[in-house]
């Protein structure tokens, strides 16, 4: 895969979900109590699931792309 910012190739790696509890917040929001009610959930998995979500990083640009469920 080809960087969307930069045109260079991206290593391909995943991001461990610990119990699929993986999830992005905005800058400045806070995880609330009520996990699935806050932030992106990152993997389809249930809370008691292992899993990996696959990604593609940059090391021009520093960045990581993933798809979302």
């Known amino acids: ?3 969307p910012y930069c045109n260079n ?8 979900s610990t119990y699929g509890l993986a999830r992005w917040y905005a800058d400045g929001e806070k995880p609330s109590l009520s996990i699935k009610n806050s932030g992106v959930r990152l993997s389809n998995n ?6 990996t979500i ?4 940059c090391e021009f640009c520093k960045k990581i792309i993933i798809d979302i469920p």
């Open 9 to 16: 190739e991206m290593q391909k790696g995943y991001i461990p």
């Open 46 to 51: 249930s809370a008691l699931e292992k899993q």
């Open 1 to 3: 895969m080809n960087c």
């Open 54 to 57: 696959e990604s593609y990083n």
